[in-house]
Structures are given as structure tokens and as C-alpha cells.
């Protein structure tokens, strides 16, 4: 069946067919969505490939393998005992415990687990902004076009050249979360509300607290605007049942992620980034998005792409690039969805947002950090930019379903030759834009990469306004309009999207044993092993966990979250969490914390160190290391951690004889001479075991991080762990023979655990619940 239609322009009126789109059906939705995730980073699953990513490879690998290991042996993980003298997992526990990941975990390779969360992410962030937009009102095929744009925009596809999978659950969770809440607004029905309770909860699970906080708060925005749009607030009951809702859904959020925040919260006080009021406000705004470069949402080449980057930042290595469709359809929205008060709503979320992207660029950001609880520790405000390109697309979606409205509707409201005037004009302003921006910038790439860039965008925001001119003139029908839509939308994003895609070879190549840890293994185990971070961005493998997959002790490492006291001990710094200055001035600070091997790029010319290899770097010993474990025969008591470090310091201090413990009580120990042993005989993450031997009582050291959470027995008895030498670990030992075993069984992470089982749990309950009450009322309807 067909209608008619009388079309009226400026110049001419003719009798049109009104064409019958069918409707896309979900599961032919979501296929499609997860489909094109799975061929996009097919490469990263076919065999001798691993996924590359620079902190990926850097560090975070070796936090995949050390969890997937730890699963595997049927324990939690809780201390990761190989970098900065160890640590919790809880400092930074990032996706461990997101059932993605945890469902990869059991099936897949470790190789597969980070291009599995990602493949999944993205499907999901397509099939979410699909469902948003028709919980919107739009069109099912207008649907899917709003998907496939959400699920390839540049700032979150781009996170992966890092392997950051954090922010990009956070990121591809946004349209799902705002259905929900939509949804549940509108209906006032609890399973919305779930819904929206378990994606923040598993938004939380990715422990990318910044992401999340960016959510949180537009989610709030969001859900106050419905609950006004939707007239619910001139209702007492309706209002108080949606808030009561809303915020449930979010606090159980909250209980389903205590598996990360419960442990965390112990750990603020110890961490770099926890001090009071954060690191100040040059701190909170660094990596913030230089203005000029929004510009990148159009032409990334502009600024610079990867190594051609040249804007204001150190490095970037990411783009805020959303598509030629997206950017002529958000403006020619102004035009046509201007009365839309949900395209009013986006409009003003991307630009409150860009205030905050923007950060230390304008006076705006100043007043975020002043009066938005947590602000003042974050940095990389530009990290926000996923809220704007969500909404860049949501505006979008409005404009095109409004188009198809106009173009499917009995009454044409608007001619043809207008909205080709409309999609022309914007197309001339992004010409002009640009070349104003070549002509006025400062410091930006005018080569021939920034030429192909402006080049390439012309091309596509064309080809766009050629597919408008087709569908609108009545040239191709609205099935052809959505395949040549999605297919240049997709060639379009997918050709700045690859840039920030790449494969290495396996691990077992990847991360094969070179000559420097073959040297290490060589000798006895146990000691541990700085890399010296000198000369910047020339260290041994980058300063990076690689030792960490050879299970050698570091010093040092690649985390960014580590424990304060062992920055401090080191030598804390005033732009970086760490400056190693302890390390390069006082030999007391690398004699107690055992740095027994340095790993250097550069020689070095320091009596206590004797070079012992030379190949691929070179490896000094340090003749006046202690051992991992020791006995003192002196423990003095100090409650002044500076005044320890100060002590420590000294020239005259041995501590070799002596250690400071952590106290505003003395420890008495006889003052006759020690004739002592101890001898580390069974190291894990979590259990560590000593024998010792002396001839009086001695106090243990043990140069592993001190921290709540761990116990000491000393022959079966419970012994206090005293924090010694300002960060390790000391526990007094009688005279004789002693068997002390240190074990890390932190009580909050152990609650977070079964509170997370106890969610998932409910979550899953009230799922299958919802699924057998529905059949059970479908089934009667299909009887009769």
C-alpha cells in the first residue's frame, strides 16, 4: 500500500509516493552493531596478533596476566608484589572485576581479553544510542544510522591506541544509561530503573572514576530535564517515585562496584593523589583541550594526528573526531530541530561540557574546581570530550528523524531546494572555517597530512550532501538513503579510526626474555631491581611492568597510582608523582630498600655500584644493598615520617644495624651485639615466609611495601607489623629459631567481594524474573 502526496516548493508542486520503510527489528539491530565491532577489530584475535596500546603494553598487559593468573590459582588478587616495592590491586584495580572481563577471562586467551571488552563495548554503544533514539521517538532505520555514528565516534574508538578499556566502558555506557533513565522517567516501571542501576554499576566496575564522574553528572542533568519535560514534576507522587528510583538505581550502583570503592577508600589516604584539596589547580588542568582544536571534530588533521600532533599538549593520543554526517547534521539541526526542546538539551550538554574539556583554557573551569566535590583531583579535564561527542550525535539523530518526518509526512513543511540550501551552506561555512583556521593558526601542522585532512573532510560532508540531494529529490528511496548513509558514515569514521588501531606481535615474542633478563634470572632471586628512568623516554623497555612478566622485583615501574611512602622514600616531586632524587643522592635509600641491580641506558661512574653486564643496556650491582630481608639489632622509634627520611639520609646511619619504625612508643632491644640471620623461604603476592635465626631478640625488616591489611605470625602467634624505614615492613623476633609468615588479607576487599556476588546476584535474579513474568503474558495473548 501507498499514499500520495503534493509536495510544494518555491517553483514547483508534484505528487509524491509516501515509501513504507520497514522496521529493523532489535536483534537485527544489535546483530548488526556487534557485527561490525567484531570485524573491526578482527585483526586483534587472529593468531600471532596482540592487540597494541601504549600503556597497554606498557603496564597494563601485566596486569591482565597477573589477574588472570591469580583467578586461575582460585584466589582473589589483592597485592601485586612486582613494582614499587609492592602494592593492592585495590590502588588501581581497573577492570578486574567488570563480568566482561571476568567472562573473557574464563574462556578466552589473556591475548583476547582487552579486544573482547572493547569488541563488546562498541556493539553495545552503537545498540544503546540505537535504543535511545527510539526511545526518543525516532525512526528504527534513523535509529540505526545514530548507532552506527555513537559507535565509531573518534574519542572513544581512539582510547584504544592507549588500551584504555576504562574509559571506553564509561564512554559507550552513556546512551544506554540515558534509555534507561529516559525510560524509566516516562514509565515509572522499576525495570527501566534496573536497568539503569546495573549499566552504572558496570560503568563503575571499569574503575575509571573521572569517566564515571562525567556520567554521573550528566545523567543527573538528563533526568531532571525529563522529569520536567515529561510534566512529572507538577505530580507530588509520580516526581517522588521516579526520584526515589533514580537515585536507588545509582546507589545500588554503587553496592554492585564496593568490590572496588571499599578497598579504594582505604587506599586514598595512602595514595599521591589523595591529599587534600589534590595537587593544585596547574595540576587539575594539565592535558586540558586547548580551544582551537575543537576544530578536530571535523578535521583532526588540523592539530595533528598522533605523531604529527602539534597543539598545546605534550602529546595527544586520542581525536575528538565524530564524522562529517555528524557535524553537518548537529548545525543544519539549528535550522530544523531548533523547537525540539531534547535537541535543546544536547545542545546545552555539549557545550556546559566544553566548558570542563577546555579546563585551564577559560576562567569557567576555575569555578569546577572551587565548587564540584572531587574536582580538584582530577587532571585531563579534555577526558570529558566523550560527553560532547554523545551529544554532537544525539543532536544529530533529532535533526535527521525531524528530516524523515518532513520527508515522509502527507503535508511537505519544507521544500526541497531549502534543505539543500541548508546542508550547502553548511558545507561552505566548514570550508570557510577551515580555511580561516589555516590562515589564523598558531603552532598547527599546514602540511600535506593537515591539506588531506581538510581534503578528506570536504569529500565526505559532499558525499553526505549527496545523499540528502538523492533521498530528498526523490532520486533514491529512504532504504537506499540509509544504506549509503551507513556505508559512507562508517568509511568515513573507520579511515580516522584505523590510525589508532594497531596489532604487534604475541606476547611470547612481544614480551620474549632479552639478554637483560636473562642476566637477571642468572642470578639469585629475590633482590630487586631498579630501572633507572634517565635519560627521559630512553629507559630500558620504557621504564615500563616488561620485568613484571618475568616475575623480577621493580623498584619502580609503570602505574601512576602508587603508594605515597614509596614515593617519598624514593624522593617525591613537585610536576611528578616520583623524581627519584633519594635514589640519586643518599645510597641509604637504595642500600635499605634493597635495590640490589640498577638497569641503565646511560653509564654510571659511583664507586658502590660495579658494572656486571653490558648488552642491550646495562646492569650495575649494588655492592651495599641488604638483603630483602634482615635483622637489625636497633629499632628506633619515630612519629615523624620526615624527620625518619631526614634520619635515614645520614651519612652515619647504618641501616644495616639499625631501623626507624613508625612509633610514638619505644621498642627495647637488648643493646648487646646481634648475630642473626634471616632467609626469605616462600615469596607469593600474598603469603611471605621468613625463618630467621639470632642470638637475641632483633626486629625482622622486611623491604616489601608496608600497608594495611597485612598480618604476621611469628611461630603461629599474631606479631604487630610496624611501618619501618618510613614504607617496609618490621616484625620483632625472639632469640632461637622463628618462622614468621606474612599474609595480605584485606577485610574491606574481602565485604566489597561478596556485597558484588550479593548485586550481580540480585541483578541476575530480577533479569530472569522479568523475562518469565513477560513470557508468562505473551503466552496467554498468543492462545487466543
Known amino acids: 500500500m501507498a499514499a500520495t502526496r503534493t509536495a510544494s516548493g518555491a517553483n514547483r508542486s508534484r505528487t509524491t509516493t509516501v515509501e513504507r520503510v520497514p522496521e529493523i527489528r532489535n536483534g537485527v539491530a544489535a546483530a548488526i552493531f556487534f557485527g561490525l565491532s567484531l570485524i573491526y577489530f578482527l585483526p586483534a584475535f587472529l593468531p600471532g596478533n596482540h592487540l597494541f596500546g601504549t600503556d597497554y603494553l606498557a603496564g597494563g598487559y601485566f596486569f591482565y596476566e597477573f589477574v588472570s593468573e591469580r583467578l586461575a590459582a582460585g584466589e582473589l588478587p589483592k597485592w601485586v608484589p612486582y613494582i614499587y616495592g609492592g602494592l593492592p590491586l585495590s590502588a588501581n584495580p581497573g577492570s578486574t572485576f567488570y563480568p566482561v572481563r571476568l567472562f573473557a577471562d574464563f574462556l578466552l586467551p589473556i591475548t583476547w581479553i582487552l579486544p573482547f571488552i572493547f569488541a563488546f563495548q562498541f556493539g553495545a554503544g552503537g545498540f544503546g544510542m540505537y535504543l535511545l533514539a527510539k526511545e526518543l521517538g525516532c525512526r528504527s532505520w534513523v535509529a540505526l544510522i545514530s548507532g552506527l555514528a555513537f559507535e565509531f565516534t573518534g574519542i572513544t574508538v581512539s582510547a584504544v591506541y592507549a588500551g584504555h578499556d576504562g574509559r571506553v566502558i564509561a564512554a559507550t555506557f552513556a546512551p544506554i544509561f540515558f534509555y534507561f533513565l ?54 507530588p507522587a509520580a516526581l517522588t517515585r521516579r526520584v526515589a528510583f533514580g537515585v536507588a538505581a545509582v546507589a545500588f550502583g554503587f553496592v554492585v562496584a564496593s568490590v572496588n570503592f571499599l578497598p579504594f577508600l582505604d587506599y586514598v589516604p595512602e595514595s599521591p593523589r589523595g591529599a587534600e584539596g589534590g595537587r593544585g589547580y596547574d595540576y587539575a588542568v594539565s592535558w586540558s583541550m586547548p580551544p582551537g582544536e575543537l576544530i578536530s571534530i571535523a578535521v583532526p588533521e588540523a592539530p595533528g594526528i598522533l605523531e604529527n600532533y602539534q597543539g598545546a599538549n605534550p602529546f595527544k593520543l586520542h581525536t575528538e573526531y565524530v564524522g562529517a554526517l555528524v557535524v ?372 625482622l625488616v622486611l623491604a616489601d611495601n608496608y600497608f594495611a591489611g597485612w598480618t604476621a605470625t611469628v611461630n603461629g602467634q599474631n606479631a604487630p607489623i610496624y611501618r619501618t624505614n618510613h614504607t617496609f615492613r618490621g616484625v620483632l623476633v625472639g632469640a632461637g629459631d622463628n618462622e614468621v609468615v606474612f599474609e595480605f588479607r584485606p577485610s574491606d576487599l574481602y565485604t566489597g567481594f561478596y556485597i558484588y556476588l550479593a548485586g550481580l546476584a540480585l541483578l541476575a535474579a530480577y533479569g530472569i524474573w522479568l523475562l518469565w513474568s513477560r513470557r508468562r503474558a505473551v503466552e496467554p495473548a498468543a492462545a487466543a
Open 328 to 699: 553537518v547534521l548537529a548545525i543544519v539541526g539549528i535550522g530544523y530541530t531548533r523547537k525540539n526542546r531534547y535537541w535543546w538539551f544536547f545542545a546545552g550538554l555539549a557545550l556546559v561540557t566544553l566548558t570542563v574539556a577546555f579546563g585551564g583554557h577559560t576562567p569557567i573551569y576555575r569555578l569546577y574546581y572551587e565548587l564540584l566535590p572531587g574536582t580538584a583531583r582530577f587532571r585531563a579535564p579534555s577526558i570529558s570530550f566523550f560527553v560532547v561527542s554523545f551529544a554532537l550525535v544525539a543532536m544529530a539523530t533529532l535533526t535527521l528523524e525531524k528530516l524523515a518526518s518532513i520527508h515522509e509526512g502527507a503535508d511537505r513543511a519544507v521544500s526541497s531546494p531549502s534543505l539543500l540550501k541548508w546542508i550547502g551552506g553548511v558545507i561552505v561555512l566548514a570550508a570557510v572555517a577551515t580555511a580561516f583556521a589555516i590562515a589564523s593558526s598558531d603552532g598547527f601542522a599546514r602540511d600535506a597530512a593537515a591539506v588531506a585532512g581538510y581534503g578528506r573532510f570536504a569529500l565526505f560532508a559532499g558525499l553526505v550532501g549527496l545523499a540528502f540531494w538523492l533521498w530528498w529529490s526523490g532520486r533514491v528511496r529512504t532504504v537506499a538513503f540509509l544504506a549509503i548513509v551507513s556505508l559512507v558514515t562508517l568509511a568515513d569514521l573507520w579511515i580516522i579510526d584505523r590510525r589508532f588501531f594497531e596489532t604487534v606481535p604475541s606476547p611470547a615474542v612481544t614480551f620474549a626474555a632479552d639478554d637483560v633478563v636473562q642476566f637477571l634470572r642468572s642470578q639469585p632471586q629475590g633482590d630487586r631491581v631498579w630501572v633507572l628512568p634517565f635519560p627521559a623516554g630512553s629507559a630500558y623497555q620504557n621504564g615500563g611492568n616488561y620485568l613484571m612478566h618475568h616475575e623480577i622485583h621493580q623498584a619502580g615501574g609503570d602505574h601512576g597510582n602508587q603508594l605515597q611512602r614509596l614515593n617519598e622514600f624514593a624522593g617525591a616531586g613537585e610536576e611528578v608523582y616520583v623524581d627519584w632524587s633519594n635514589f640519586l643522592e643518599a645510597p641509604n635509600f637504595l642500600r635499605a630498600g634493597n635495590i640490589k641491580y640498577i638497569v641503565s641506558m646511560v653509564e654510571l661512574n659511583t664507586p658502590m655500584f660495579r658494572e656486571v653486564y653490558r648488552g642491550s643496556a646495562l646492569i650495575y650491582e649494588n655492592l651495599a644493598a641488604l638483603p630483602r630481608a634482615y635483622l637489625v639489632g636497633t629499632a628506633l622509634s619515630s612519629a615523624d615520617s620526615s624527620a625518619a627520611l631526614m634520619t635515614l639520609a645520614l651519612p652515619e646511619f647504618d641501616p644495616a644495624h639499625a631501623a626507624i619504625v613508625f612509633s610514638d612508643q619505644q621498642i627495647q632491644l637488648p643493646g648487646t651485639p646481634l648475630t642473626g640471620a634471616a632467609q626469605v623461604v616462600e615469596s607469593g603476592p600474598d603469603r611471605v615466609v621468613v625463618r630467621t635465626t639470632a642470638d637475641r631478640d632483633a626486629l
Open 182 to 235: 529516559h525510560r524509566g522517567i516516562r514509565t515509572g516501571r522499576v525495570a527501566p530503573f534496573a536497568g539503569a542501576a546495573a549499566t552504572i554499576g558496570f560503568s563503575l566496575l571499569s574503575f575509571q572514576i573521572q569517566s564515571n564522574y562525567y556520567l554521573l553528572l550528566a545523567g543527573m542533568g538528563w533526568a531532571i530535564f525529563s522529569l520536567i519535560h515529561l510534566g512529572h514534576h507538577r505530580n
